[in-house]
C-alpha cells in the first residue's frame, strides 16, 4: 500500500497503524544503518526542514540517493550513456551506497534485495518522533535486515 511510508501519513494514523505489516525502502533500524547514511540523512533532512518538507526523509531519500549514485558511476566507468556498456558494467560492478553494497542479478535485479517488509507496533500517538528509530515500524523481512518479529495473528497486534 503506498502511503504509510510517508511522515504525513504515519502522523495522521497514528495508533491505526499498529499491527499493518506494509513495505519500506529504508528504515532506521541498526540492520539498515549501511556506510554514510547518516550523514546523508543529516544533509538531506536539513535542507528539507529548510523546504519545508519531508520531516523525516526515510521514504524515498536513501533509495533515490543510492540509485542515482549507481547511474553516476556507470556513466562515469563506461564514459557514455550507450545502453549496452552501462548494461554490461552494471551487471558486473559492485556499488558502495547509501543503502548498503548493491550488485545486480542476472535479471536486473537486486541481488540482495532492500525493498523491506515493515509491522508497526507499538504507536501510541500521531508524534512523528517515535518513527525516528525504528522501534515503531520492525523489519520482518528480509531476514537478513530483520529487527524483529512478526506479531501474528493480526488481532494480537492491535
Known sequence: MIGPQHTSVKTALGPLLNGLVNYEYWVPVSTMI?????AFLDTYRERARV?????LGHYMAPLAYAQMKVVAKAITSTGGLDDRALSNF?????????MGEIRFGKNGEWENP?????????I????ADQ???GS???VVSPGGLASGQLIFP?????
Request: charged share 20%; no cysteine; proline share 2%.
Open 34 to 38: 549501511f556506510p554514510g547514511v547518516a
Open 124 to 127: 501510541d500517538s500521531h508524534n
Open 90 to 98: 552494471t551487471r558486473n560492478a559492485v556499488f558502495h551506497t547509501v
Open 51 to 55: 523546504e519545508g518538507v519531508d520531516l
Open 114 to 122: 532492500r525493498v523491506v517488509q515493515v509491522q508497526f507496533q507499538g
Open 131 to 133: 518513527f525516528r528509530d
Open 154 to 158: 493480526y488481532a494480537s497486534a492491535l
Open 136 to 138: 515503531k515500524q520492525v
